[in-house]
C-alpha cells in the first residue's frame, strides 16, 4: 500500500523495507513499483528486488538495467547478479 503512497520519500522506504523481508515476499506490488516516476524509488526497487532474489523479479530488473538513469541501472545491473537461478 505504502508503494503507492503520494510522497515520493514514502514509496523509496516502503521498497528498501520489503527488500529486507527477503525471499518470502511478493515481488509484485515492487514489479509495479519499478515504473515510478521518481529515480529514487526506481533505485530503491532495484536493490529491494536483488536483496528479495526471486527468479520473478528478473523481467522488472532487465527494464530496470536500461533506465535512463545511471544509479538506476547500476542498482538494476546489481541486483540482476543476485537472483537465484
Request: no cysteine.
Amino acid at each position: 500500500k505504502m508503494l503507492a503512497a503520494p510522497e515520493w520519500g514514502d514509496r523509496r522506504i516502503a521498497a528498501q523495507q520489503l527488500g529486507k523481508l527477503g525471499p518470502g515476499t511478493d515481488t509484485t506490488a515492487l514489479a509495479r513499483a519499478a515504473g515510478d516516476s521518481q529515480a529514487f524509488v526506481r533505485e530503491a526497487v532495484a536493490t529491494a528486488l536483488g536483496e528479495i532474489g526471486s527468479p520473478t523479479a528478473a523481467a522488472p530488473l532487465q527494464t530496470l538495467a536500461r533506465d535512463e538513469v545511471p544509479e538506476v541501472r547500476e542498482a538494476a545491473t546489481r541486483a540482476l547478479g543476485q537472483l537465484k537461478h
